[in-house]
């Protein structure tokens, strides 16, 4: 005979497992233990749907590679960081809540104080003023493309959608146009040398006259 938890449920066995819905309620019980707590975290994306009351944030550690989903209500944004933007750091009021039903985890926010600009946004002014710095951004620096190119070069990720649509639409518009596509991780760790060695490849070859990196959509963190 199986032995039972205290709320009831037999434990679970190889011969006894529990049903999904079993587990679910039980991860739900135990996050629901820690109660309201407060949050310190960087704003990485931000999602206001017209017409809903509800706002979805997303929420960054500054030191490591972790975030959790964030709801409120906008009257809760309104009050406390009305002028809210990505790339922000906050401090919120949350309980943690677990979804059953999709098993997702986010936590539910009823207050929220915007405290600084935040290291994300202070990282890209620093690279902004370092390349401004560089010359990179003078216009003077700036070529005008040719308005039909013998061949353009193209980067981006394999069979993506950005493939996809840049080769449909310019096609459409100009049925003779020439690509050389060159496929590279267009995120993770991979993704700036595989991109800096098409870049590359496709500099040396004297039939290219434009080269275009695309990506498709996708999240902020995923860009970050």
Known sequence: MTTPEPNGIPKSTAEEPWPVRVVSQKISGWIAKLGWVWVDGQVAQISRRP?????????RDP????SLTVTTNRDVLDVGAPNLEEGARVTLHAKPDF???RGT????????????LGELLARLERLKKLL????????????????LPGRIGLITGRASAAERDVLTNARRRWPAVDFRVVNV?????????????????LDADESIDVIVIARGGGGVEDLL
């Open 99 to 101: 979804f059953p039903a």
């Open 51 to 59: 017409g809903a009351t509800t706002v979805f944030l997303t929420l």
């Open 132 to 147: 401004a710095a560089e010359g990179l951004f003078d216009p003077r620096r700036k070529r005008r493309p040719p308005f």
């Open 105 to 116: 985890l986010s936590l539910r926010a009823d207050e929220i104080r915007q405290v600084g």
């Open 185 to 201: 991780a267009v995120q993770g760790p991979t993704a700036v040398p595989q991109i800096v060695d098409a870049l590359k490849v």
């Open 63 to 66: 030191s490591a590679d972790l």
